[in-house]
């Protein structure tokens, strides 16, 4: 089944949120690179990574089925995080805004009667309650350790090895 209309213009959304998703890694990474966290850093980079795979596997989608991906504008948030724990809260929010799209889609493809995006989409519901799980699960850890230095060091030791 070809994919097209509002199925597609969300598809190709859909793209560029997760582009975007990886700027926002990119820049959160940076942000800890800046704080000396290197091993933070690297997790919040490998992340960005993920996010430019996510943006792939909808783009393969969408090509395998004769819809024509298309990358929308790019707008980062403006971030500027001072603390660890104000990274991880970023990073939450933005998995969160990404959950929901997913969810849209979802529900865009049912009402379509699009079956053939539904694997696809039942993979990226799994993805991101996993996503959110990791992220908020560091989150709580950043939060118990309250900027202890040693704690966010053995923290930046346990994320370098992602």
């Known amino acids: 089944m070809e994919l097209n209309g509002k199925l597609a213009d969300a598809f ?6 997760e ?29 960005a990574a993920e996010e430019l795979e996510h943006a792939e596997k909808f783009a393969t989608h969408m090509t395998d089925r004769g819809a024509h991906p298309t990358i929308g504008d790019i707008t980062a948030p403006a971030l500027s995080v001072s603390s660890v724990s104000a990274a991880f809260e970023a990073s939450l929010g933005h998995e969160k805004k990404v959950s929901e799209s997913i969810r849209d889609l979802y529900r865009l493809a049912h009402n379509e009667g699009d079956i053939d995006s539904v694997p696809l989409l039942n993979w990226f519901i799994e993805e991101q309650v996993e996503e959110e799980a990791t992220v908020g699960g560091i989150l709580d850890r950043v939060k118990m350790i309250n900027n202890d230095g040693n704690g966010l060091l053995r923290l930046d030791g346990e994320l370098s090895a992602r």
């Open 19 to 47: 582009l975007q998703a990886s700027t926002v890694y990119r820049q959160l990474a940076i942000e800890m690179d800046v704080l000396s966290l290197p091993g933070i850093a690297g997790w919040f980079r490998a992340q």
């Open 12 to 17: 190709n959304d859909q793209i560029t949120l």
